[in-house]
């Protein structure tokens, strides 16, 4: 069965630091999504992308944060100046349709 | 803005029938979600109901009311492995194809 890939598995960083989430999405997907989940808490939607570009954003995902399809097959997310409070399991998530949502297995970030 | 609504947590015995409900206010609908999530993984599709009724999977079912702002996840003949956290969570319609979630609800299983 087709699988949402994401790397690494855990990441820990300093404050301040620059750190960037990798994805490779199912292959015949077009819709590319992050969600977050803060540890004990509901997972919340990040940024969708569509056709190369950003199609819907959070309040969440603020000018720290930044998407990138680099090469045709990743799909990464960019945060550049960490904070404490984004320490979170971070999902992708592809789906070829508008419904039927595969969510990667996560990269844990812990920001100290 | 978007509320879900569901239990926290719920209890239930191997071999039983559990009903898991949620309620939903939020500016539009598009579909509403089911997903299943074992502790420290991703969740996992479990549903989607658009129209009104019931969406039946094996020992899994769904079902929603729209004009109640309502669905129910059933899960029957509960095994060991079921324990897990079901997320609900709406697409509503102004937003494309992003989706709300609510809090999730634990669902542990018994022997």
């Known amino acids: 069965e087709p699988e949402v890939t994401q790397t690494p598995s855990h990441q820990v960083t300093q404050m301040g630091q620059e750190v960037i989430l990798r994805c490779v999405p199912i292959?015949?997907?077009?819709?590319f999504y992050w969600y977050r989940q803060i540890l004990g808490q509901k997972v919340e939607f990040l940024v969708s992308f569509y056709n190369n570009e950003i199609s819907e954003k959070s309040e969440i995902f603020d000018d720290q944060f930044s998407v990138e399809r680099p090469d045709g097959s990743n799909f990464t997310l960019k945060i550049r100046s960490t904070k404490l409070e984004d320490s979170a399991m971070y999902f992708c998530?592809?789906?070829?349709?508008?419904?039927?949502?595969?969510f990667g297995s996560g990269t844990r970030l812990t920001v100290v | 803005g978007q509320n879900i609504d569901q239990p926290t947590e719920m209890t239930a015995t191997e071999g039983a029938i559990v009903q898991i409900n949620c309620t939903y206010q939020?500016?539009?609908?598009?579909?509403l979600f089911w997903y299943q999530q074992h502790a420290g993984e991703a969740p996992t599709f479990l549903s989607y109901?658009?129209?009104?009724g019931l969406e039946e999977k094996g020992r899994f079912s769904s079902f929603l009311s729209r004009s109640k702002g309502y669905s129910y996840l059933l899960l029957k003949e509960l095994q060991m492995k079921d324990s897990a956290s079901y997320l609900c969570a709406v697409r509503p319609n102004n937003a494309g194809n992003m989706l709300t979630f609510g809090g999730g609800t634990r669902l542990m299983v018994k022997p």
């Open positions: 939020t500016s539009g609908f598009n579909g």
């Open positions: 292959s015949n997907h077009l819709y």
């Open positions: 109901n658009v129209l009104d």
């Open positions: 998530a592809s789906s070829a349709l508008s419904y039927g949502y595969t």
